[in-house]
């Protein structure tokens, strides 16, 4: 079997019959792209730090078949219930009827898997797929627009709002010795929608798996979207997510991210404020420890007057985990009244951990507020003694000062079901630093 990287050598564009023409064409340009640029390598800046060739020298392979998601893979303790007015569950790239549920969905509202929905609203797809798909910035995000066969399409109404959250469940679960999914979502909220979606990946599989997705936004005119991206793999787990979202005048996208595990994981962001007073936030926690790395970028462009956004990025390292913050906010020439904050602070378990942290600002424009800092070190000695001289013990002590540093950003997660199952995660996880340290 060939690696990952040897699959693509001689890439050549093969149409297949259950394409349209315009989505033929994307994939065209997308293999020439592929073509030109190639997979990424550490000579580029935002590809200096990441390790890729545990991703490109491993034989991946694609999933065949055109559904794997039998009831009987035990996804429950990730399952929103209660708590959500649809979620739709893939297991291994392929869609899962079985764990699937859609109730009560508002007028309008599209919620499918992709090859459906294009057979049944391929104009809406064709409108805002083109207008919000760029050309593609890297290798990994080209072999996405080639590759894909399966993912989400979901459409809110001009004017709708959702009370209750969406999940979107993507699932790697026992089976091929080392499979390769490319999930692909296409997300659009019409002028004044309303709607929170759970992004969540997770892994109960003991073998190595790749995630290959990228997900595009579009966000209307006062429409409000609110973000939580769930992350949960085993220590064999590699996941590249791009992530391109487009904002426009009064739009809001307020987003809260959660990681743990997993080998190696990429996480892309680009954010264009493109409409008046639009904002943006992001909170994020990793905690990991072992061999696990993570690797956020971020790239930010205020393009229109007034838009503000944050980042606030916490990283908890134990073992030799790795960590990388790299954030960049363009406010581009001419546009008056920005206001940005970025802030990364890391908290280092361990002599072997390792965080990388660059905020950068980029600014071409008058009357603009904008920010940055960044804080890595360990926990403070001076804080464990005072919280000992009121009678806790050191484990204690240690423990309460993680969770306090971890909490500003879990604590902003819904629905509540999800919130308790995280904070419950990152205790576990912090016990065992605690207790790594103490003995």
């Given at each position: 079997?060939?690696?990952?990287?040897?699959?693509?050598?001689?890439?050549?564009?093969?149409?297949?019959?259950?394409?349209?023409?315009?989505?033929?064409?994307?994939?065209?340009?997308?293999?020439?792209?592929?073509?030109?640029?190639?997979?990424?390598?550490?000579?580029?800046?935002?590809?200096?730090?990441?390790?890729?060739?545990?991703?490109?020298?491993?034989?991946?392979?694609?999933?065949?078949?055109?559904?794997?998601?039998?009831?009987?893979?035990?996804?429950?303790?990730?399952?929103?219930?209660?708590?959500?007015?649809?979620?739709?569950?893939?297991?291994?790239?392929?869609?899962?009827?079985?764990?699937?549920?859609?109730?009560?969905?508002?007028?309008?509202?599209?919620?499918?898997?992709?090859?459906?929905?294009?057979?049944?609203?391929?104009?809406?797809?064709?409108?805002?797929?083109?207008?919000?798909?760029?050309?593609?910035?890297?290798?990994?995000?080209?072999?996405?627009?080639?590759?894909?066969?399966?993912?989400?399409?979901?459409?809110?109404?001009?004017?709708?709002?959702?009370?209750?959250?969406?999940?979107?469940?993507?699932?790697?679960?026992?089976?091929?010795?080392?499979?390769?999914?490319?999930?692909?979502?296409?997300?659009?909220?019409?002028?004044?929608?309303?709607?929170?979606?759970?992004?969540?990946?997770?892994?109960?599989?003991?073998?190595?798996?790749?995630?290959?997705?990228?997900?595009?936004?579009?966000?209307?005119?006062?429409?409000?979207?609110?973000?939580?991206?769930v992350q949960r793999k085993q220590p064999y787990d590699f996941e590249l997510l791009m992530t391109r979202c487009r904002l426009a005048e009064d739009s809001?996208?307020?987003?809260?991210?959660?990681?743990?595990?997993?080998?190696?994981?990429?996480?892309?962001?680009?954010?264009?404020?493109?409409?008046?007073?639009?904002?943006?936030?992001?909170?994020?926690?990793?905690?990991?420890?072992?061999?696990?790395?993570?690797?956020?970028?971020?790239?930010?462009?205020?393009?229109?007057?007034?838009?503000?956004?944050?980042?606030?990025?916490?990283?908890?390292?134990?073992?030799?985990?790795?960590?990388?913050?790299?954030?960049?906010?363009?406010?581009?020439?001419?546009?008056?009244?920005?206001?940005?904050?970025?802030?990364?602070?890391?908290?280092?378990?361990?002599?072997?951990?390792?965080?990388?942290?660059?905020?950068?600002?980029?600014?071409?424009?008058?009357?603009?507020?904008?920010?940055?800092g960044s804080a890595t070190g360990q926990l403070e000695p001076g804080e464990i003694f005072y919280l000992r001289s009121r009678g806790l013990s050191e484990?204690?002590?240690?423990?309460?000062?993680?969770?306090?540093?971890?909490?500003?950003?879990?604590?902003?997660?819904?629905?509540?079901?999800?919130?308790?199952?995280?904070?419950?995660?990152?205790?576990?996880?912090?016990?065992?630093?605690?207790?790594?340290?103490?003995?």
């Amino acid at each position: 079997m060939k690696s990952y990287a040897e699959q693509f050598e001689s890439l050549v564009f093969s149409p297949r019959n259950s394409d349209p023409e315009w989505l033929s064409g994307m994939r065209e340009r997308s293999c020439e792209r592929f073509r030109a640029v190639g997979f990424p390598t550490r000579k580029w800046e935002g590809w200096k730090y990441i390790p890729l060739e545990f991703v490109l020298k491993k034989e991946f392979e694609p999933i065949a078949g055109e559904d794997s998601g039998g009831a009987e893979d035990d996804l429950t303790p990730f399952l929103l219930s209660k708590e959500t007015s649809a979620r739709l569950v893939f297991i291994n790239g392929k869609p899962s009827e079985g764990h699937s549920e859609k109730r009560d969905l508002p007028k309008g509202v599209i919620l499918e898997n992709l090859p459906k929905a294009i057979r049944e609203h391929e104009d809406l797809l064709k409108k805002f797929w083109a207008d919000a798909t760029p050309e593609d910035a890297n290798g990994f995000a080209a072999v996405n627009t080639y590759s894909f066969s399966d993912g989400v399409f979901f459409y809110v109404p001009r004017g709708t709002v959702m009370e209750m959250p969406v999940q979107l469940l993507f699932a790697s679960t026992p089976g091929p010795s080392a499979p390769v999914f490319y999930p692909r979502l296409l997300l659009v909220l019409e002028e004044g929608a309303e709607v929170s979606i759970v992004f969540d990946s997770v892994s109960i599989r003991k073998a190595a798996s790749l995630m290959n997705a990228v997900a595009d936004i579009v966000i209307g005119k006062k429409a409000k979207l609110r973000w939580v991206q769930v992350q949960r793999k085993q220590p064999y787990d590699f996941e590249l997510l791009m992530t391109r979202c487009r904002l426009a005048e009064d739009s809001t996208f307020d987003a809260v991210s959660f990681a743990s595990g997993g080998a190696l994981t990429r996480s892309e962001t680009h954010l264009d404020l493109d409409g008046d007073r639009s904002a943006c936030s992001m909170r994020d926690l990793s905690v990991l420890d072992g061999a696990s790395q993570i690797f956020g970028h971020a790239t930010v462009r205020h393009r229109a007057r007034d838009c503000r956004s944050r980042q606030l990025t916490k990283n908890i390292l134990a073992g030799s985990a790795r960590s990388e913050f790299n954030s960049l906010v363009h406010v581009v020439e001419g546009v008056r009244g920005s206001n940005s904050n970025q802030l990364n602070r890391n908290l280092l378990m361990s002599a072997d951990a390792r965080a990388y942290s660059r905020p950068q600002l980029k600014i071409d424009a008058d009357e603009v507020q904008a920010t940055h800092g960044s804080a890595t070190g360990q926990l403070e000695p001076g804080e464990i003694f005072y919280l000992r001289s009121r009678g806790l013990s050191e484990h204690a002590a240690r423990l309460a000062l993680m969770r306090g540093f971890a909490g500003e950003v879990v604590e902003n997660v819904e629905p509540a079901s999800l919130k308790v199952n995280l904070l419950d995660s990152v205790d576990r996880i912090l016990q065992g630093f605690v207790e790594k340290a103490v003995n």
